[in-house]
DNA sequence: GAGTGGTCTAGACCACAGT
DNA sequence: CTGTGGTCTAGACCACTCG
């Protein structure tokens, strides 16, 4: 099909370019994963790896688009994905660099669980509290269910290498009790949700902090009183209606967040 | 706190199609602003005064970009950048719909001036510190910058409403030393830069807590210990290099952090 | 002027949801 | 089945940067 472009892409640009060797490109047509997301991740890797040099520039769109051998715009997106993630910086009428050091994060809805795990930190929970009881005013009026119409209510503590770390309060609407009843010491809630159909869309969270409870700190094995760490959270699932809420409270002295953001 | 009268609402859509009039088209194709997004600020516009019903669906994308007259893919591109700011919520086979709520803010690098400002909390700062110093070693390791390079180093007092509200250390390199030079009372620091030239692109937070120094809490009105928020960020501009240094104090009692996730 | 990314078009075929 | 959004193509013209 386009065996003939490959000649045409020697540009010998004579030594002062970096020169960036791509990776063979393994693109799978018949895939489910989208050309541009496969492109993406071929690109993601090379940099993590150094195939990519940091500080230099890609080749320009066509050509890597011929190279690759799909159209611009499918190069374009697959691009745009590491933009959007500060991976890879676009300047018109110069090029497209790729970012000097690792400053990039994904941004994604925080599963506390997870992150410890690739931290490599050991998370386990002890489930304090598990039950379908009657919300508060201010629960209810959260996840918009009304006040006589319960609501499951779960509290665990958030263990890191056998440390304390958090407790979690986190309470669901009664359409969702059944996530009540999967093993919570292990895994993320939010694993356990997504198992159970829900598919979590939009978050808001607010992050602050305030001088920990005698309770919390003796909980926490913390002297009291002690500094936490406050998130509450109210989750969406794709058809806007709210699928938690949650009250979060984290040890200072353990436990800080973050987050990457980009510039549009 | 946002009004519970819709708490109660029925979601019916099964069968029943609201029909959106949508407003008459003015895209200006002379303008600078790409169409896409002269066409997203219309929808947007259109969903924020109820001319588009919140809970209903748009109608379909062809169907769209005949009535606005432009090609399908820049309709897509200007509903992806609603759907990427979770006003819209797009379900393959089914629809694109306008989400219940007002659950959605942009996500940006905050600026805290400019937050209290679109929130009337009448900002200002006291400049406490606006000098070109040898850095930290930690700073000038955040910076990569020599230690024997002095950097800016900026100490604000930020105040709303009268109150004081957090303590801003920033530090920016030599080359910005400039920023030092314009009104810091009045005005964000952003703002500042941009004016400078320089183009913020990449930006890693850290939020967190501590207990407040004696310092803190009396420049900050707060008994001694009080619970602060802290924040720590490192800011990149478009070249890849750090262009600020920020260590953040706030009082806990006034100021929490507030973000919108979009599960992609 | 040459090369880059930014925008836009007019189609095409596919996967998925609801009938 | 029909209708929806998801993906992909092969062009085109433009605005910008830099030598």
Redesign the interface.
């Known amino acids: 099909m386009a065996s003939d472009d490959e000649r045409h892409r020697r540009q010998s640009t004579a030594g002062r370019r970096i020169r960036n060797n791509h990776p063979p490109i393994t693109l799978d047509r018949v895939s489910e994963v989208p050309l541009y997301h496969q492109l993406a991740e071929h690109m993601r890797m090379a940099i993590k790896r150094g195939s990519l040099v940091r500080?230099s520039r890609l080749r320009n769109e066509i050509d890597l688009a011929k190279a690759f051998g799909v159209s611009r715009p499918t190069t374009r997106r697959a691009i745009q994905e590491l933009v959007d993630q500060?991976l890879l910086?676009r300047?018109r009428g110069v090029g497209t660099?790729i970012?000097?050091?690792e400053?990039?994060?994904p941004?994604?809805?925080?599963s506390l669980y997870d992150d410890l795990k690739s931290d490599q930190r050991n998370p386990e929970s002890k489930v304090l509290l598990n039950q379908v009881v009657l919300p508060h005013p201010a629960v209810a009026?959260k996840l918009?269910?009304?006040t006589h119409e319960p609501v499951l209510h779960l509290r665990r503590l958030r263990m890191a290498d056998g440390e304390p770390l958090a407790i979690l309060d986190n309470f669901l609407p009664y359409r969702l009790r059944d996530v009540g009843n999967t093993d919570l010491s292990v895994g993320s809630l939010y694993h356990a949700m997504r198992a159970a159909g829900v598919r979590?869309?939009?978050?808001?969270?607010?992050?602050?902090?305030?001088?920990g409870t005698t309770k919390e700190c003796s909980l926490l094995n913390e002297p009291s009183p002690?500094?936490?760490?406050?998130m509450e959270r109210?989750t969406?699932d794709?058809?806007?209606?709210p699928a938690e809420w949650a009250q979060h409270v984290y040890r200072?002295?353990k436990?800080?967040?973050?987050?990457?953001?980009?510039?549009k």
């Not at 941004?107 to 925080?110: A, D, N, Q």
């Not at 002690?226 to 406050?230: I, Q």
């Open positions: 500080g500060g910086i300047k660099q970012v000097n050091d400053i990039a994060r941004i994604h809805l925080s009026a918009l269910v009304p979590m869309k939009v978050a808001n969270q607010r992050i602050g902090a305030r001088q002690s500094p936490m760490v406050t109210l969406h794709d058809s806007g209606k200072a002295s436990y800080e967040f973050s987050i990457t953001l980009v510039v």
